[in-house]
T-cell receptor
């Protein structure tokens, strides 16, 4: 069955520190992979997506993610976190020629000044 | 354009009451969907639609009905609310059905509490 695992429920970092949020997926075929961010009281906003090609994907707000097929992972990174990055982050997976996204349980990021 | 709009933002119901959560988009998107978000569960798909007059069930459809009479609107109906339906509900849309390369846009959500 298709599934997405985000092993870290809550992460705390200092402003300016680097960040890596983990995402592992289980999928039969080559997946489409997504990272979304949800700020408090807001809907979800797409940060970046991977369909094919270069395994390092650049997104908005200075985020990037790397697809590693051998590890079934799609971890999200940012070299220097800003206080405004405090939010909940969701990894999601989907299949070619479908509309359905399967979401992970989310990682809440807290940023200390 | 306004994107994806949802009303109301907050709602409190008593067990057994019915209500409709509204979702509208002004981007002429084919695909629309409803998710619920629960703590520790992420987002789960309730129902979706690939065009006017076409709807289908998602992962957790029980207790919910939908219809898609126009391209713009995709209301979610709770016929007899239960406490287990306390959640935050998100509507999403995308330009093309059957194509996840197309970005899904999410509304701001409706926070529903069933007492």
């Amino acid at each position: 069955a298709q599934s997405v695992t985000q092993p870290d429920i809550h992460i705390t970092v200092s402003e300016g520190a680097s960040l890596e949020l983990r995402c592992n997926y289980s999928y039969g075929a080559t997946p489409y992979l997504f990272w979304y961010v949800q700020s408090p009281g807001q809907g979800l906003q797409l940060l970046l997506k991977y369909f094919s090609g270069d395994t390092l994907v650049q997104g908005i707000k200075g985020f990037e993610a790397e697809f590693k097929r051998s590890q079934s992972s799609f971890n999200l990174r940012k070299p220097s976190v800003h206080w405004s990055d405090a939010a909940e982050y969701f990894c999601a997976v989907g299949a070619r020629n479908t509309d359905k996204l399967i979401f992970g349980t989310g990682t809440r990021l807290q940023v200390f000044p | 354009n306004a994107g994806v709009t949802q009303t109301p933002k907050f709602q409190v119901l008593k067990t057994g009451q019915s209500m409709t959560l509204q979702c509208a988009q002004d981007m002429n998107h084919e695909y629309m969907s409803w998710y619920r978000q629960d703590p520790g569960m992420g987002l789960r798909l309730i129902h979706y639609s690939v065009g006017a007059g076409i709807t289908d069930q998602g992962e957790v459809p029980n207790g919910y009905n939908v219809s898609r009479s126009t391209t713009e609107d995709f209301p979610l109906r709770l016929l007899s609310a239960a406490p287990s339906q306390t959640s935050v509900y998100f509507c999403a849309s995308s330009q093309l059905a059957g194509d996840l390369t197309d970005t899904q846009y999410f509304g701001p959500g409706t926070r529903l509490t069933v007492l």
